[in-house]
């Protein structure tokens, strides 16, 4: 069965701190796609990133920086010196190459604190 | 304004009413989507449609009803909606039929209350 698990419901940090949004996976398919939206209080997901399970690389993007650990089927993502304007709620999610469904994790809640 | 624009944003209906809700995508895509967004689920894909025909159904109750009729226009139409059925409901569309690779776009969402 595929899965995607945030367990992190709610976060609260401190302005200009690190925070790290975890992303456990689970699929059998070796052909497959994870991403992270972003929804902010307007309500509409915003895409953020998209990788391939061929694609280990670690990825950085001004602020955000996302880890993809194959081993231990986890996709997280970082963001580094947080900014009130980074409250929002995140999904992970994972599309498989066989089908058109994205499976959405239930989102973690952020809050960044002036 | 967003690419994916959803009306109306907030909608308030009795349980005998019918109403639609609208979402209207501004970047030329093929495949268009709706989702539903409840406050202990995950994201649930609804309806998916591409060029302009349906290709997913998961296993929705026959009180929503959507409908397609071009690339750029997505109903959902609501009849006798249960209090359950109080959501937020999300369209999206992507440049391919076939989403699995391809980001979506989302519209704000329309907030549904059924009384």
């Known amino acids: 069965a595929q899965k995607v698990t945030q367990a992190q419901t709610e976060i609260s940090v401190v302005e200009k701190e690190d925070v790290t949004l975890d992303c456990v996976y689970e699929?059998?398919?070796?052909?497959?796609?994870l991403f992270w939206y972003k929804q902010p209080p307007s309500g509409e997901l915003v895409f953020l990133i998209r990788?391939?399970?061929?694609?280990?690389q670690n990825e950085i993007s001004g602020r955000y920086s996302w880890n993809f650990q194959k081993s231990t089927s986890s996709f997280n993502f970082t963001i580094t010196a947080s900014q009130v304007v980074d409250s929002a709620v995140y999904f992970c999610?994972?599309?498989?190459?066989?089908?058109?469904?994205?499976?959405f994790g239930k989102g973690t809640r952020l809050h960044i604190l002036p | 304004e967003t690419g994916v624009t959803q009306t109306p944003r907030h909608l308030v209906m009795g349980m005998t009413n019918k109403k639609s809700l609208k979402c209207e995508q501004h970047?030329?895509?093929?495949?268009m989507y709706w989702y539903k967004q409840s406050a202990k689920k995950p994201l649930e894909l609804m309806f998916v449609?591409?060029?302009?025909?349906?290709?997913e159904n998961n296993s929705v109750p026959s009180r929503f009803s959507p409908e397609c009729p071009n690339s750029s226009h997505l109903f959902l139409h609501l009849h006798t909606l249960q209090p359950e059925d109080s959501a937020l409901y999300l369209c999206?569309?992507?440049?391919?039929?076939?989403?699995?690779?391809?980001?979506?776009?989302f519209g704000e969402g329309s907030r549904l209350t059924v009384l």
């Open positions: 999206a569309s992507s440049q391919d039929p076939g989403n699995r690779a391809g980001e979506l776009f």
């Open positions: 699929t059998r398919d070796t052909t497959y796609y």
């Open positions: 990788r391939n399970s061929f694609d280990e």
């Open positions: 999610a994972l599309s498989m190459n066989r089908d058109d469904k994205i499976i």
């Open positions: 970047l030329g895509h093929n495949a």
């Open positions: 449609y591409s060029l302009e025909e349906r290709v």
